[in-house]
């Protein structure tokens, strides 16, 4: 659950999607910050493929990295607002897309892995 949500493309968001799972699934809460907080450089990796597949699926958002942010900054407030939430939101359907299936599939290999470890503890 932490690598899943730790991966969640908004920057800070995760630590509060870690919190919320872990206390709504009764989760071990330090486990799963400590895994979201190790997979931060990945989440910092994964923003630009995430947005562009986002941007496959529902069409390009704007270029936020563009080498003229400052002419970006100039044109005011509400374009900056439209251009870097368009490209997170591309982010986070990119995001949803792959953390679905990742996600469950994670999910069977950990509890099937745990499984087999308690059966032969025991």
Do not use: D
Not at 9 to 23: D, M
Not at 74 to 98: D, K, M, N, S
């Amino acid at each position: 659950m932490g690598f899943v949500l730790g991966l969640f493309p908004l920057l800070g968001l995760p630590t509060l999607l870690c919190a919320v799972a872990a206390a709504v699934l009764r989760l071990n809460a330090p486990a799963i910050q400590a895994v979201n907080y190790l997979v931060y450089p990945l989440q910092l990796a994964l923003l630009a493929p995430f947005a562009r597949l986002g941007g496959f699926i529902f069409g390009p958002a704007g270029k936020p990295f563009a080498p003229h942010l400052s002419a970006l900054l100039h044109a005011g407030v509400w374009r900056l607002v439209q251009v870097f939430g368009g490209f997170a939101a591309h982010a986070v359907a990119g995001w949803f897309c792959i953390a679905v299936p990742v996600g469950l599939m994670l999910y069977f290999v950990v509890a099937r892995a745990l499984r087999r470890r308690i059966a032969h503890t025991v």
